[in-house]
């Protein structure tokens, strides 16, 4: 054994153990693309780079053994900045969207790919599951909502975007609305004052999460402009009253036909271990009762809704107006995690906001590559959808011709993650012409060069395991592809060791069909 340094620790390591694994024994993590377990070193995505203690130099961490009284550093300020430098360098040429368009544009961010998915292959119960996760009244949204999710949707430029408002509603009204459990009450209490779309969502997902919620009203019953301000035609009350009593079943109190005034406001608040405001634009009662106004609503930190006073929390029209009742509805959700965040005795931060790679708009001649996993019929359309929504058999036909936008690896992906972690700018380094968009189907992987960062470890996989013609460099400099060479097909290339390769791609470029 030998002794190091590492970020001034005195450690103890076997002679040659490369600096990356001796700082990871540690407890020191040093990002990676390149570096591989079973292959070792490659020293191409440079994020590994630490310096040395003694001359600042900097230097990858994979290739360098450890030697008797070496001292490293594995962060600071010039390190992190290499390692963003380098990520945008490769984020710069990386084509593909993390996210499906449609599901970025939705103010909810709802798993639209995947409810789609669910819905295609008759599983209606699991869309719902997938749909509740952002959106606690899918059948009230699913008819009133003016659907920005379907102008981002990539389908649009092959013929008509995919319905995917009606395919919520079908989803809402097709089930059993009560998908999930909340956890058991812990004890502590939140009051919600307003039961309109946003308090009605906030409320939901609170008392998900073990919170006995309370939520208050002036009017008798729950639903705020949604009862009031919405012809019938278009939102019939049974419809709501089914949203809602969805949210109430999960153990949520309901208290109508209560005014509350600045006394009744401070009552609660000391009564309450968190709050949420969620009463419409009442700006002038607002600054009354002691919060920070603008003039369009209250003051509230943007990811977190904190107020100006602690552990009171506003969303909504409180906010500022919106038509969009989908975005109140969002913001009910995200309050939620502020919410549980505090009440855990940590900084409210809101909902994570992960990295999103985005390519923007799909060119013609990308359309036939995105077609390999859908279908070519047109949008489904008949005389009653409107009035009575999709049938089962409409449902699952509209959802077939979704095109899949959301990338496999998305919960995988090393790239995403460290470029969220290092809140790296995609843009930074780009061009302005971008290559086209491909998509390649072999044995049970599927393979998009675009997304490929050119580790090198399909290459050394393949090699090592001796596949007959496996993937190589093909091409030079900055045109340089990962493919299979002679010509030969994916399906040739990797004959033996498709799925262990696309396991190991540290992105989606490789990735198991299903
Ligand atoms: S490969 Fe990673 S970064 Fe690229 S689109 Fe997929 S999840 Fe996003
Ligand atoms: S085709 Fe499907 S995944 Fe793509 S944007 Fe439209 S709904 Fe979303
Ligand atoms: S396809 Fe190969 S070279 Fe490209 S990112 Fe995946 S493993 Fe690395």
């Not at 006073?309 to 969303?315: D, H, L, N, T, Y």
């Not at 990338?407 to 992906?413: S, T």
Request: with cysteine.
């Amino acid at each position: 054994m030998i002794q190091i340094k590492i970020n001034g620790e005195n450690i103890l390591v076997e002679d040659g153990t490369p600096l990356i694994k001796a700082a990871e024994a540690a407890g020191f993590k040093v990002p990676s693309l390149c570096y591989n377990d079973e292959l070792g070193h490659f020293t191409s995505c440079m994020l590994c780079l630490v310096k040395d203690g003694e001359n600042g130099r900097l230097f990858p961490s994979c290739s360098v053994p450890a030697t008797e009284g070496m001292s490293i550093i594995t962060d600071d300020q010039e390190i992190r900045e290499a390692r963003l430098t380098g990520l945008e360098l490769l984020l710069s040429e990386h084509v593909g969207d993390c996210q499906a368009p449609c599901q970025v544009t939705c103010p909810a961010h709802m798993d639209i790919p995947q409810m789609n998915r669910l819905i295609a292959a008759g599983k209606f119960k699991e869309a719902l599951r997938v749909v509740k996760k952002d959106i606690a009244l899918p059948s009230v949204l699913g008819r009133i909502c003016p659907a920005p999710c379907e102008g981002a949707c990539h389908r649009g430029t092959v013929d008509s975007s995919v319905s995917i408002c009606l395919l919520k509603r079908f989803v809402g009204d097709e089930n059993d609305l009560h998908p999930f459990d909340a956890l058991p009450l812990n004890g502590k209490k939140v009051a919600i004052i307003g039961a309109g779309p946003a308090g009605l969502a906030a409320a939901f997902y609170i008392q998900l999460n073990g919170y006995q919620t309370v939520l208050y009203d002036k009017e008798l019953a729950p639903g705020g402009l949604l009862r009031t301000n919405i012809d019938p035609e278009v939102l019939p009350v049974a419809v709501l009253d089914r949203d809602i009593s969805a949210i109430l079943s999960t153990g949520v109190l309901f208290i109508g036909d209560t005014a509350i005034d600045k006394s009744l406001f401070q009552q609660i608040s000391t009564q309450f271990d968190a709050v949420v405001i969620a009463t419409g634009a009442i700006v002038d009662e607002l600054r009354d009762w002691g919060f920070l106004t603008h003039a369009k609503g209250i003051d509230a930190e943007r990811n977190s809704y904190e107020t100006s006073m602690k552990g009171v929390f506003a969303i909504g029209n409180t906010l500022r107006f919106s038509r969009m009742s989908v975005r109140p509805i969002g913001q009910g959700k995200e309050v939620a995690w502020s919410v549980k965040q505090y009440l855990s005795g940590e900084e409210p931060r809101g909902e994570p906001r992960l990295f999103n790679s985005r390519f923007g708009r799909l060119f013609q001649d990308e359309i036939s590559e995105y077609l390999k996993e859908s279908v070519l019929s047109g949008k489904v359309i008949s005389n009653d959808i409107i009035s009575k929504g999709y049938t089962q058999e409409e449902a699952m036909l509209e959802a077939k011709r979704c095109l899949h936008c959301d990338c496999r690896d998305i919960e995988n992906c090393k790239l995403r993650d460290l470029s969220g972690k290092y809140n790296a700018n995609q843009r930074r380094y780009a061009g302005n012409v971008r290559k086209l968009m491909t998509k390649h189907f072999a044995h049970s992987i599927v393979y998009e060069p675009l997304k490929c960062i050119k580790c090198g470890i399909c290459v050394r996989l393949t090699s090592k395991y001796q596949e007959k013609y496996g993937f190589s460099y093909i091409g030079r400099g900055f045109d340089v592809q990962i493919g299979v060479p002679f010509n030969e097909t994916l399906e040739a290339g990797l004959a033996e060791t498709a799925e262990k390769v696309a396991q190991a791609c540290p992105t989606g470029a490789l990735t198991v069909k299903d």
